[in-house]
């Protein structure tokens, strides 16, 4: 589990913030009126049952998806007004990886680099840094296509942060993986939260949200839980996430 330490943003260490941020799509409501701040370094989870409105926002805060209204900052840059900005301060793992399967290890870091404005040597350094950092100098030259699960998220976290972005958006990254692969998968994010990046990952796992330095509970397209593991267990006198999860459930049908 996670030290419990205090993330409280101020507007001077502020790395993500959301303010009233809406999507409808017609008459459906996919997020309602949420609003967050998330500190420099921070691990920041978003907690909720599959259709709850996670990968709406997420894909708002990364400049993907127009807000219907309110607004929101990603690295001082407006999402809808600066969304160029915003994608090259951010690292983007989607639920399905964005691999190319016919590309090998090495050729999937070189094309994401390359999106990324990466060349030459330093494209060259940054894939070196990459392969080791993830153990995966032995598998550079197979196909993505042929990599277990865990090695694909593997390489997916790598292709997302090889240009070192300051804020990471991890959208359900250990979806169907193993539970010694998402141990791992956590090792590295406590590593770059370490180093100073933002992390703001979502999740369906209710143990992964120990993990977080704060949380926030989604039901519905709206925020009815904000705040650090310890605080919400206690504040919702229950033992674990997960009993936390379902009384929270349990009020929003009351």
Same mark, same amino acid.
């Given at each position: 589990m996670v030290d419990d330490r205090r993330h409280t943003a101020t507007a001077a260490d502020t790395a993500v913030e959301a303010i009233e941020l809406t999507r409808r799509f017609g008459s459906f409501t996919a997020v309602d009126r949420v609003s967050f701040r998330v500190a420099t370094g921070e691990i920041f989870g978003f907690l909720g049952s599959n259709g709850a409105g996670k990968t709406t926002t997420i894909r708002m805060l990364c400049g993907l998806l127009t807000p219907t209204s309110g607004r929101a900052q990603v690295a001082g840059f407006d999402v809808a007004t600066q969304s160029d900005a915003v994608r090259q301060r951010i690292g983007y793992m989607s639920q399905l990886f964005s691999l190319y399967p016919d590309l090998t290890v090495t050729e999937n870091l070189r094309f994401f680099g390359g999106a990324y404005d990466l060349h030459g040597r330093p494209l060259q350094e !940054? !894939? !070196?840094r990459i392969l080791a950092r993830l153990d995966l100098e032995a598998l550079r030259h197979r196909r993505a !296509?042929? *990599?277990p699960l865990g090695w694909k998220q593997r390489l997916a976290l790598g292709c997302a942060m090889l240009h070192e972005p300051p804020i990471l958006? *991890? %959208? &359900? =990254?250990? @979806?169907?993986?193993d539970p010694i692969s998402r141990r791992r998968f956590w090792d590295q994010i406590y590593a770059a939260a370490d180093g100073g990046t933002t992390v703001f990952v979502t999740t369906h796992y209710m143990d992964e949200a120990e993990y977080c330095h704060r949380l926030s509970i989604m039901t519905a397209g709206r925020i009815v839980a904000l705040? #650090? =593991? #310890? %605080? *919400?267990? @206690? &504040?919702?006198? @229950? &033992?674990t996430i997960e009993q936390l999860f379902v009384k929270l459930a349990a009020e929003e049908e009351n």
């Amino acid at each position: 589990m996670v030290d419990d330490r205090r993330h409280t943003a101020t507007a001077a260490d502020t790395a993500v913030e959301a303010i009233e941020l809406t999507r409808r799509f017609g008459s459906f409501t996919a997020v309602d009126r949420v609003s967050f701040r998330v500190a420099t370094g921070e691990i920041f989870g978003f907690l909720g049952s599959n259709g709850a409105g996670k990968t709406t926002t997420i894909r708002m805060l990364c400049g993907l998806l127009t807000p219907t209204s309110g607004r929101a900052q990603v690295a001082g840059f407006d999402v809808a007004t600066q969304s160029d900005a915003v994608r090259q301060r951010i690292g983007y793992m989607s639920q399905l990886f964005s691999l190319y399967p016919d590309l090998t290890v090495t050729e999937n870091l070189r094309f994401f680099g390359g999106a990324y404005d990466l060349h030459g040597r330093p494209l060259q350094e !940054a !894939a !070196a840094r990459i392969l080791a950092r993830l153990d995966l100098e032995a598998l550079r030259h197979r196909r993505a !296509a042929d *990599l277990p699960l865990g090695w694909k998220q593997r390489l997916a976290l790598g292709c997302a942060m090889l240009h070192e972005p300051p804020i990471l958006f *991890l %959208d &359900e =990254p250990t @979806a169907g993986v193993d539970p010694i692969s998402r141990r791992r998968f956590w090792d590295q994010i406590y590593a770059a939260a370490d180093g100073g990046t933002t992390v703001f990952v979502t999740t369906h796992y209710m143990d992964e949200a120990e993990y977080c330095h704060r949380l926030s509970i989604m039901t519905a397209g709206r925020i009815v839980a904000l705040g #650090s =593991p #310890s %605080d *919400l267990k @206690a &504040e919702h006198d @229950a &033992e674990t996430i997960e009993q936390l999860f379902v009384k929270l459930a349990a009020e929003e049908e009351n």
